[in-house]
């Protein structure tokens, strides 16, 4: 189950979350798992930001992986689309991913982002924020995401 929950006035596509999503967990092979994605603002962000990570800044995407006791939930994604619009931040990944994708496909960019932390990806070095943005783009590029 993909479980989507809006607290801010930004409007999303639910069915394509969820068809990203399905087909993210198909693709990498945790099909049969919970999944919950959050869109939040800027002081919720800041708050979990600084809370969990220590840092009292906004932020794109935090992603919790669920605890053993939670079942078959794999965790939970949250995005701020606030800082998502802000794209000077990411010039370069929209150079990487073609600069006419819109900022829908940034979402979404951002979005599989999340995922692939859930499913153990980290971006902690050069090597592996490289690894992650290639995923990124090819699984949405598969996929057809605009």
Not at 6 to 11: F, G, H, I, L, Y
Not at 103 to 117: A, D, E, M, P, R
């Amino acid at each position: 189950m993909i479980e989507i929950i809006n607290t801010t006035k930004t409007k999303v596509n639910k069915k394509e979350i969820i068809f990203i999503a399905a087909n993210f967990l198909q693709d990498f092979k945790h099909s049969r798992v919970d999944v919950s994605i959050a869109i939040v603002g800027d002081v919720r962000i800041r708050n979990l930001n600084n809370k969990y990570r220590g840092r009292n800044q906004t932020t794109d995407v935090l992603s919790f992986a669920g605890a053993e006791w939670e079942g078959n939930l794999l965790g939970e994604v949250i995005i701020n689309p606030q800082e998502i619009k802000r794209t000077a931040k990411y010039r370069e990944i929209l150079e990487f991913i073609g600069s006419k994708k819109s900022k829908k496909y940034l979402f979404y960019f951002i979005l599989v982002h999340g995922l692939l932390h859930l499913v153990g990806y980290d971006d902690e070095t050069e090597n592996e924020r490289q690894n992650m943005l290639y995923l990124g783009r090819d699984f949405l590029n598969k996929h057809g995401i605009i």
